[in-house]
């Protein structure tokens, strides 16, 4: 599966995105979708996912309650809503998918995914 995020930008704290990630080639095969960001000089962590049948989500702590994970299935589109955005949401934001149908426990895992897209910057300023 080939995946292209985009909706990244410069926002003002406080303002909200809306990042999408198209998927394209074997899309029948999905079987969840990640969301990982990783800032300048930290690791990599992860921010929300979702399963493709029935819209069970997970969300990392550092987004709770501010995020809002979506798919349309028809469009083989996933979507990660950001509202209330920080400076320290400042990152390069990766989309991920799993052709396996794992539990939400353990969508956190950055093992569980097979393709990853190019990623998306989001720059929240002060």
């Known amino acids: 599966v080939q995946l292209q995020a985009s909706g990244g930008g410069l926002v003002q704290a406080g303002g909200s995105l809306r990042l999408s990630c198209a998927a394209s080639?074997?899309?029948?095969?999905?079987?969840?979708m990640g969301w990982f960001r990783q800032a300048p000089g930290k690791e990599r962590e992860f921010v929300a996912a979702i399963r493709w049948s029935d819209s069970g989500s997970r969300y990392g702590d550092s987004v709770k309650g501010r995020a809002a994970s979506s798919r349309d299935r028809v469009k083989s589109t996933g979507y990660l809503q950001l509202n209330s955005l920080r400076p320290e949401d400042t990152a390069v934001y990766y989309c991920?998918?799993?052709?396996?149908?794992?539990?939400?426990?353990?969508?956190?895992?950055?093992?569980?995914?097979?393709?990853w897209g190019q990623g998306t910057q989001v720059t929240v300023s002060s």
């Open positions: 080639g074997s899309t029948f095969s999905i079987g969840a």
């Open positions: 991920a998918v799993t052709k396996s149908r794992p539990i939400t426990g353990i969508l956190p895992r950055e093992s569980v995914y097979d393709d």
